[in-house]
């Protein structure tokens, strides 16, 4: 039989894994909650300083990480303000996208005047663009599920003692599952919203079929019972 402190490796990894994933989700939910904030924000017109592709090298040989920083002046109720932010985005990307280089057409030359989101509460905060980087927020939640379910695989084997019997009969749902996926529901809705709005459906659809699922869980459940 197998010794308990044999055991530890797959709680370490597996808990190292989890940890992993739920770092990348609340960078995702962060860049989400940000642009929901940033809706009430005033469009303002602002002058560029100056803008560049700020360059780390990469792994790879043939694609460096980039990532579109800038500098523009804007004025608020008679006062100055310098700004940085371009956008809600935390990524460097290797051409995944085409948003450095919508960013870098929206801004265009020293001098040149373009529109920006500015916080009338707070308005030394500002933003170029508000709106979602969906290809930085699919990247994560690929990460997350790929890590997070490697995670509670890792987890699940570390805590099995022994082979178990499969239960005959119908598949059953249990309580905890059922309780994960009813916590997952609003934020899948959610995400299933904002891609519709952003001119996604298939995307929106894909995470619309989750509370579809969850329903069916909540089913099954309840005729166990």
């Known amino acids: 039989m197998r010794r308990r402190g044999s055991l530890w490796p797959l709680y370490a990894l597996g808990g190292a894994c989890c940890l992993l994933a739920l770092a990348a989700l609340t960078l995702a939910l962060w860049q ?122 890792l987890l699940a084997a570390a805590r099995q003692r022994g082979p178990r019997q499969r239960p005959a009969g119908p598949p059953r749902v249990s309580g905890r599952t059922l309780l994960l996926m009813s916590g997952l529901l609003p934020l899948f809705a959610l995400f299933a919203w904002l891609l519709w709005r ?9 995470a619309a079929s989750q509370p579809l699922l969850t329903l069916n869980a909540w089913r099954v459940w309840w005729r166990q019972y």
Do not use: C, K
């Open 32 to 153: 989400v909650a940000q642009s929901l904030r940033a809706e009430g924000w005033l469009a303002h017109p602002a002058e560029l300083i100056e803008q560049h592709a700020s360059v780390a090298p990469s792994r790879s040989p043939r694609r460096d990480l980039t990532r579109q920083e800038g500098r523009y002046r804007y004025q608020w109720a008679g006062r100055d303000y310098i700004g940085e932010r371009l956008s809600f985005s935390l990524a460097r990307s290797s051409g995944f996208d085409d948003w450095d280089a919508e960013l870098a057409e929206q801004l265009g030359a020293p001098g040149e005047h373009f529109m920006l989101w500015v916080n009338p509460d707070n308005p030394a905060e500002s933003v170029v663009r508000r709106d979602i980087r969906w290809g930085e927020i699919g990247a994560a939640l690929f990460f997350v599920g790929g890590f997070g379910g490697g995670g509670a695989v």
């Open 198 to 206: 952003d001119g996604h459906p298939f995307w929106a659809a894909l």
